[in-house]
């Protein structure tokens, strides 16, 4: 196979690679379990305010941004709408910054 065939061939796969990861990070499916909030103000860890409730994040919870990146209790932006769920404990687990689509879909929920 000659050079120049071969650096096409890469490029194909590389950019194959990179449409399927953008396609596979837009169809988050949410848990079936989800509860729908506003965030509120910033609190300090391992607590966060939601619906104006300050509620206790569990150790290992995992936030999620709109791009389905894990992020930072620093990162949740006041205000945004979220789907989270609980552990058994009935602390935050996980939280899922909503997208504006998943945001139209869920409603007032």
Known sequence: MNKRLLGCLLMLMAAGSIVAAEALAQLRTLPQNAKFARIG??????????????VRLSPGSVIYDENNRSVVHGAL???????FTLDLSG??????????????????K
């Open 91 to 108: 602390d935050i687990a996980r939280i899922y910054i909503l997208t504006a689509q998943e945001q139209a879909q869920v409603g007032s």
């Open 77 to 83: 932006p006041p205000g945004a709408r979220v789907a």
């Open 41 to 54: 103000d910033a609190q300090p860890l391992p607590f966060i305010q939601l619906n104006g409730n300050i």
